[in-house]
């Protein structure tokens, strides 16, 4: 796993969801330590704004393309990406794994009662997996005591939902103070888990239009669509000064 394409600064892992579950497989068998970011246009505009995050984001061992928007960026750059890897479809393939092999899985983040459903859900879907232990993401700052709690679970996967920055910004905190595991931002998809926000159909994803479902869903979400556009601006204007 080698090829990387630059996107306004953020380098992009150039493989398809198969390429990546394979490569985490393997990095959970050697114990390898990782740290994933799945990130879409918003996250590399605030990366921009933001030094801190900007190292955060350097300092991870993949960061996947989430959202059709990156995919045309890197395209505007000559550099196409194999696929798109939405957060929520990596997280399941992971799920999957670690249901084949039994895995300890830590699920922080989420409101107190999405939480709750998730874990449900996944005791349902992933019967093999190995629930080490949920919180809900709704603690003071970077309360040590969240950590500690997580680190003597001895989780193998990591999954942290307390939206960007701050879910990066929390595994980069912590991420030295552990032996092992797969640490991975998942935004909002423990809500979906838990079925409180849906999945666009298939055929709305296959078009590439869950962005669009989302807003129709969600329409509060439109100020953060209004990143798309001035994301494209910013690729075509680098694309010109180079
Ligand atoms: N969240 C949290 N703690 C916070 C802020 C957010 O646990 O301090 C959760 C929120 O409940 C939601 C998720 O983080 O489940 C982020 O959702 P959002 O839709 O903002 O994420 P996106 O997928 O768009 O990044």
Redo the contacts with the bound molecule.
Sequence with gaps: MSKKVEVLGVEFENATQKEMVDCIKDRIKQNKKTFIVTA?P??VMHAQRDPEYKNTLRSADFIVPDGIGIIMGAKMLKKPLQERIA?FDLMSDLLGVANEERLNVFF????EN?IEQAIANVKRDYPHVQICGFH????QGNDPRVAEMVKTSNPDLVFV????P??EKWIRTYLDTFEKGIFM???????VLAGA?KRAPSIWRRLNLEWLYRLIKQPS?WK?MAFLPLFILKVAGTKRSR
């Design positions: 879409n918003e996250i957060g922080l983040g989420s409101r999405v809900h993401g709704y603690f939902a307390l939206g960007f701050r879910q931002g998942v935004g909002g998809s423990f809500d926000v979400r953060r």
